[in-house]
């Protein structure tokens, strides 16, 4: 009965090591996989702050300026002008205890007066 012990025992330890080898290569591997992706995060973190850094250098105002005054004839702008801006008279407030319709509140002869 002491040899079925000491069996059972031996059985045991073989397979606790067995279970703490395998569960030391697989946290090893899960270690590995996040330093790749932490990498990768880091990476696309510096790639997200040179297209940040290049949106900001194209849309500077001046540089925006000067395309629009190049490409004037083909965009068809045209300076902003006070008739352009309506009236605060010209907006129709819905009734208080109206339902909301959209089609009321937009008049089309204010989207007129407008152009």
Known sequence: MRSFFFLLTALAVIGTAFWGYRENYRTQTALDHNEDLQRSIGQARSRLMVLRA???YLNRPDRLRDLADINFDKLGLLPLAPEQFGN???VSYPEENAPL???DTIEVSNMEALR
């Open 54 to 56: 290049e949106w900001a």
């Open 88 to 90: 605060a008279d010209q």
């Open 101 to 103: 319709n959209l089609s």
